[in-house]
Nanobody, 131 residues
Framework: EVQFVESGGGLVQAGGSLRLSCVAS????????IGWFRQAPGKEREGLSC????????YYTDFVKGRFTISSDNAKNTVYLQMNSLKPEDTAVYYC????????????????????????WGQGTQVTVSS
C-alpha cells in the first residue's frame, strides 16, 4: 500500500523558507510519480508540484513556479519540497500523493489523477506563515 510520512512544516515569517520531506513506503519509488499537495482551512486541496521517481522530471503549478523546488532522493525513498519566499497564503497542511507512471503523460496529467483518485492521504505537515 502506498504510504507517505510528511514532515518539516512549522511556523515561519513571511519571506522565510521551509524544506518539507515526504518519506514513501509500500511501493517501488521508481515506478511512480510523487506529488505535493496542500489544503488550507475551508479550501479545496490544491496541487503544487510533482516529480518522476524514474527520471526526476519535474512539474510545477504556475503559482509556485520560481518559489518552490521539488527534488527526490531515490535511495531514501524521499521527496522534498523546498519553499522559499513564503507568503501568508501558503499557510496550509501539505501532503504527498503518488500515481503509477504510465506512458509519456506530462505532469499535469499526474497531478489531476492524484487529485481525483489518490485515497491514502496521510497526516500531512502543517505550514504556517505569519505576516
Amino acid at each position: 500500500e502506498v504510504q507517505f510520512v510528511e514532515s518539516g512544516g512549522g511556523l515561519v515569517q513571511a519571506g522565510g523558507s521551509l524544506r518539507l520531506s515526504c518519506v514513501a513506503s509500500g511501493f517501488r519509488f521508481s515506478d511512480y510519480v510523487i506529488g505535493w499537495f496542500r489544503q488550507a482551512p475551508g479550501k479545496e486541496r490544491e496541487g503544487l508540484s510533482c516529480i518522476s521517481g524514474a527520471d526526476s522530471t519535474t512539474y510545477y503549478t504556475d503559482f509556485v513556479k520560481g518559489r518552490f523546488t521539488i527534488s527526490s532522493d531515490n535511495a531514501k525513498n524521499t521527496v522534498y519540497l523546498q519553499m522559499n519566499s513564503l507568503k501568508p497564503e501558503d499557510t496550509a497542511v501539505y501532503y504527498c500523493a503518488a500515481e503509477k507512471l504510465r506512458g509519456s503523460y506530462g505532469g499535469s496529467f499526474y497531478m489531476t489523477k492524484m487529485f481525483y483518485e489518490y485515497q491514502n492521504w496521510g497526516q500531512g505537515t502543517q505550514v504556517t506563515v505569519s505576516s
